[in-house]
């Protein structure tokens, strides 16, 4: 699999975080926005309130996923 990378949601941009977890950008842009909006993440599960995001897609991914 090219999905090696782990990703630091909390710094990363959003065309970082669309390649690392393997979403669309619109879906990267939607957590760089919460992002931008709620603070840093504090949980892969709390990526889960973010508008357009599909919460069982983040949980299938979470190895990929660094919080900082």
């Known amino acids: 699999s090219r ?12 065309a970082e975080i669309q390649e690392a977890v393997d979403l669309s950008s619109e879906e990267a842009e ?4 919460y992002r931008a909006a709620n603070g840093e993440f504090k949980s892969v599960e709390e990526m889960g309130k973010v508008p ?9 991914r979470k190895d990929r996923i660094l919080l900082r």
């Open 52 to 60: 357009g995001l599909d919460a069982k897609k983040i949980a299938d």
């Open 3 to 14: 999905y090696l990378a782990q990703i630091n949601v909390n710094k990363a941009s959003a």
């Open 30 to 33: 939607a957590i760089v926005k």
